[in-house]
């Protein structure tokens, strides 16, 4: 895998860490915003949520708009390192993972059981029911080499997509202002093309001269107002000094904030919500984007966040608490974007800065580790699955676990085969070039990608009732590991009646209803080939 990096003028500033002190400067600019209240955590509030608009003008703007406009992306940040092996039970190893981790394990008898190697916490059950419809991927043993462990940087590295040696100002979406739209704080676009819900202040969205596009303000009925008169503020009338300068920078960062307070506020008052949220700040954060969403927003890139995954104490109850969330609000997310006929437009993905160490500490907690899963949802997955190998407790760093895929695969990936951006722009706005992982069943079709879904190697499963038994008919393109597992509705499994290989060709499996042990009901049948499954809802009555 070639890696060539991108040094043009105006894109990726990078430098490498001396002392360990590069990256902690102090930047004036955001200081002096501070202190006026203008750009902090909280901003203009839509239904009592702070807002930041990202409008993020640039060759990746022009690549959304030539790409497949329809589709969207939503990053779910689970802020603080989530503990990847208690949210993915590893049971093929659970004696190891018992052992290492005795007072905060998951019990075998509560992990929930997707496939026969792939266990959930079980505060995540909800997501079964996904799972079962197709609409999630599981990809294993995140991260990138030489791990820092530290927040700040390991988050930087995520947002920035530098190596770890290397300290980069500029956020992956935001390196392209100055180059192609230098007059985008005077004519920024109609819509915002990203929007971040909580967490301002993250590189994601920097340029390379600290010009952060999460704008925010603390003032919301000023904010309205200023919309619905169209008064904006003068950035030539000022002083020819710094603080001219910086009044200059403070009235246009507030026009293009009043600018799509408008854009914004027509496209909640035209949505609805029709899922029932967690009352957290989770719960919120979805909710509102579905709204927007259903409200006929433009906007294509969101990030929302999550917080208190930092467990290095007493982390059994309040890991729960975040899994429950995080599972309840996903699967909310997806029915009420269902309900309003655009699930089929959205990925939705969970990022963490770093995973946990693979033993627990002396305060009933893990402590920072390396790498860690990554979970994607959404109907342009094209079916479930596991991506990257299981996690080697008998093989760690000083309990780190080793990581298998490089996040920056995974953005790759997203940005080629989702968004559909141009190949040759992605390898530029991630600085090097990565590999695509064409296993996710992600797709771009007709638009600036020619890839389709290799149809060669469709299972085309058939599962129906005949004489008392549960007939199931698939095609195998090759020899595989098959095995069968039936759930309820809810997404609990009820058993695993097989599981062995199977030969290459048509195959038909019967298994008699009696030693099941169905009551009447809707079930789902699945069919598990090599780690994929594919599902079939069918309805027994007695």
Not at 160 to 180: C, F, K, M, P, Q
Request: charged share 20%; glycine share 10%.
């Amino acid at each position: 895998m070639g890696h060539q990096k991108n040094t043009s003028s105006g894109n990726r500033k990078g430098a490498k860490l001396a002392d360990g002190l590069a990256h902690d400067q102090d930047h004036s600019r955001r200081g002096f915003l501070r202190n006026l209240g203008i750009l902090g955590t909280s901003g203009f509030l839509l239904n009592k949520l702070p807002i930041g608009s990202l409008s993020l003008s640039s060759p990746l703007t022009a690549a959304l708009a030539d790409g497949n406009e329809d589709r969207v992306l939503v990053l779910i940040r689970l802020k603080g390192g989530n503990d990847g092996l208690n949210t993915i039970i590893p049971v093929h190893d659970f004696g190891t993972y018992q052992a290492q981790r005795p007072d905060i394990y998951v019990p075998r008898n509560e992990a929930v059981d997707l496939t026969s190697t792939l266990s959930l916490h079980p505060q995540l059950q909800p997501l079964s029911t996904l799972w079962n419809d197709g609409q999630m991927r599981v990809i294993q043993n995140v991260g990138y080499p030489d791990q820092n462990l530290s927040h700040f940087r390991s988050s930087d590295i995520w947002a920035t997509t530098s190596d770890a040696e290397e300290t980069v100002s500029s956020g992956v979406l935001g390196r392209y202002i100055n180059d192609l739209y230098p007059d985008f704080l005077s004519t920024p676009p109609e819509t915002p093309p990203a929007i971040q819900i909580g967490g301002v202040g993250n590189l994601l969205f920097n340029n390379a001269d600290d010009f952060n596009y999460a704008i925010s303000t603390e003032n919301p009925t000023q904010l309205y107002e200023i919309a619905r008169t169209g008064q904006l503020y003068d950035v030539n009338d000022v002083p020819e000094c710094t603080y001219g300068e910086q009044l200059g920078y403070i009235r246009a960062v507030a026009n293009t904030t009043f600018r799509y307070a408008g854009v914004l506020s027509e496209a909640f008052d035209a949505g609805v919500n029709s899922a029932e949220y967690e009352n957290d700040r989770l719960g919120d954060q979805l909710a509102l984007i579905a709204r927007l969403l259903r409200g006929r927003l433009g906007t294509r890139l969101f990030v929302v966040e999550l917080e208190g995954f930092d467990t290095h104490a007493d982390q059994v109850n309040g890991h729960a608490y975040l899994m429950n969330s995080l599972s309840k609000n996903i699967t909310a997310f997806y029915n009420d974007l269902a309900d309003g006929g655009i699930d089929e437009r959205v990925l939705g993905m969970t990022f963490s800065e770093f995973g946990r160490r693979s033993y627990q500490n002396g305060s009933q907690g893990t402590d920072h580790g390396a790498a860690a899963p990554l979970m994607l949802f959404g109907k342009g997955l094209n079916g479930n699955g596991t991506t990257g190998g299981l996690a080697d407790l008998q093989n760690t760093n000083n309990g780190n676990l080793n990581y298998q895929v490089d996040f920056r695969s995974v953005y790759a990936t997203v940005l080629s085969n989702w968004l559909c951006i141009d190949s040759d722009l992605v390898d530029s706005v991630m600085g090097q070039r990565f590999e695509r992982m064409e296993d996710l069943g992600l797709y771009c079709q007709g638009v600036t990608s020619t890839r389709t879904p290799d149809r060669s190697a469709s299972i085309n499963m058939n599962a129906y009732l005949s004489g008392g038994d549960v007939v199931i008919d698939y095609n195998l393109p090759a020899a595989a590991n098959v095995g069968i597992h039936f759930f309820d509705v809810s997404g609990r499994k009820i058993s695993s009646p097989f599981q062995g290989r199977r030969s290459a060709g048509l195959q038909t499996q019967r298994l008699a209803m009696s030693s099941i042990g169905w009551a009447s009901g809707i079930y789902v049948v699945s069919l598990e080939v090599n780690g994929r499954m594919y599902s079939q809802k069918l309805g027994f009555f007695k």
